[in-house]
T-cell receptor, first 116, second 107 residues
């Protein structure tokens, strides 16, 4: 069964460094998402992406964040200059095989980011 | 404001007893609601959605627009139901989640 895959599973970085988290969505899906979960808190929406552009983003998704689908298979989240409060589990999700997004999101296993 | 509220952080239930996980929402439009589940060491996955009106693994959830609720129920809990349960609301181009309720089934 196809799955969303994420790399790395865990990344430790120094504050101020750039981080790129990678995701390979399910191949025929058209909608892509990033969520994050700070330890002990809820799963928070960051950004949705469709047709090669951001369709919606949250207030968390400020200028330090960017997303890209560089090659038709990968979907990346970049944090330009990490802060301590960026430490969290980051989840990628994908959905939708036609022009209509569904509510069934298929999640990856997450990338744990630790900022020191 | 769009919001999903799950008032219980932890719910402990004896095996065989009924389960009810509470969820309330706030949304000005026509809501589309879901329950997602995360079992230990597994990824977050869809359990059920209100438009399907189906029972999955013995769980059901009814949308009550008057009470703005979408509680998850199961008549007889099983040990394998122990997991983290998230109520979710679809708004525009995103799904927003509640804080989650950890369901612990006692033997």
């Amino acid at each position: 069964e196809p799955e969303v895959t994420q790399t790395p599973s865990h990344q430790v970085t120094q504050m101020g460094q750039e981080v790129i988290l990678r995701c390979v969505p399910i191949s025929n899906h058209l909608y892509f998402y990033w969520y994050r979960q700070i330890l002990g808190q809820k799963v928070e929406f960051l950004v949705s992406f469709y047709n090669n552009e951001i369709s919606e983003k949250s207030e968390i998704f400020d200028d330090q964040f960017s997303v890209e689908r560089p090659d038709g298979s990968n979907f990346t989240l970049k944090i330009r200059s990490t802060k301590l409060e960026d430490s969290a589990m980051y989840f990628c999700a994908s959905s939708g095989t036609s022009g209509v997004s569904t509510g069934e999101l298929f999640f990856g296993e997450g990338s744990r980011l630790t900022v020191l | 404001a769009q919001r999903v509220t799950q008032p219980e952080k932890l719910l402990s239930v004896f095996k065989g007893a009924p389960v009810e996980l509470k969820c309330n929402y706030s949304y000005s439009g026509s809501p589309e609601l879901f329950w997602y589940v995360q079992y230990s060491r597994q990824r977050l996955q869809l359990l059920l959605r209100h438009i399907s009106r189906e029972s999955i693994k013995g769980f059901t959830a009814d949308l009550n627009k008057g009470e703005t609720s979408f509680h998850l129920k199961k008549p007889f809990a099983q040990e394998e139901d122990s997991a983290m349960y998230y109520c979710a609301l679809r708004t525009d181009d995103k799904i927003i989640f509640g804080k989650g309720t950890r369901l612990h089934i006692l033997p």
